[in-house]
T-cell receptor
Framework: GENVEQHPSTLSVQEGDSAVIKCTYSDSASNYFPWYKQELGKGPQLIID?????GEKKDQRIAVTLNKTAKHFSLHITETQPEDSAVYFCAASKRSNDYKLSFGAGTTVTVRA | NAGVTQTPKFQVLKTGQSMTLQCAQD?????MYWYRQDPGMGLRLIYYSASEGTTDKGEVPNGYNVSRLNKREFSLRLESAAPSQTSVYFCASSVGNEQFFGPGTRLTVL
């Protein structure tokens, strides 16, 4: 099955700096890569996703890049704010598996004021 | 719209007890999922239902059963709880790729 690895497990950044989280996947057939944000005591919420036919996608301060050849994808958060503090999960899935998600272990991001 | 709702929010069980976790969604989604979340391990799929009347095992199905009662509701049952089932359980539903998660049930088995 799919194996998704996520690094780092914790990340502390100064407010205003950028944060980068990296994930690798094992199944070359995976073609959908979402990122979820989980705030304390809540369920994960989709913040951005990318499909395998696209190399980069941006939404305001967040962006995701995908390198299909190397089988890795990354989340970039610019101009970090205290409300960006949360746990972030990457995931991978494929249409042939009914888009069931395989998640990374998560990254706890702390934005220092 | 309430989205995905889960009950209860918290539960403490003794080893060997049984219980059912309830999940409902009001978004008319066909697919529903049960995950467990453990520290340092992300979310792992327990069971999945592509549509009313169908269920499929996920990555960690042992010790669990599910029922897709109708399009809205998908329940998870622990027949004989074990300490290894102490976890936070999330239900989700989806349309296409995007999955929407409930707030979770924190279960402790003593």
């Amino acid at each position: 099955g799919e194996n998704v690895e996520q690094h780092p497990s914790t990340l502390s950044v100064q407010e205003g700096d950028s944060a980068v989280i990296k994930c690798t996947y094992s199944d070359s057939a995976s073609n959908y890569f979402p990122w979820y944000k989980q705030e304390l005591g809540k369920g994960p919420q989709l913040i951005i996703d990318i499909r395998s036919n696209v190399g980069e996608k941006k939404d305001q301060r967040i962006a995701v890049t995908l390198n299909k050849t190397a089988k890795h994808f990354s989340l970039h958060i610019t101009e970090t704010q205290p409300e960006d503090s949360a746990v972030y999960f990457c995931a991978a899935s494929k249409r042939s598996n009914d888009y069931k998600l395989s998640f990374g272990a998560g990254t706890t991001v702390t934005v220092r004021a | 719209n309430a989205g995905v709702t889960q009950t209860p929010k918290f539960q403490v069980l003794k080893t060997g007890q049984s219980m059912t976790l309830q999940c409902a969604q009001d978004m008319n989604h066909n697919s529903m999922y049960w995950y467990r979340q453990d520290p340092g391990m992300g979310l792992r799929l327990i069971y999945y239902s592509a549509s009313e009347g169908t269920t499929d095992k996920g990555e960690v199905p042992n010790g669990y059963n599910v029922s897709r009662l109708n399009k809205r509701e998908f329940s998870l049952r622990l027949e004989s709880a074990a300490p290894s089932q102490t976890s936070v359980y999330f239900c989700a539903s989806s349309v296409g790729n995007e999955q929407f998660f409930g707030p979770g049930t924190r279960l402790t088995v003593l």
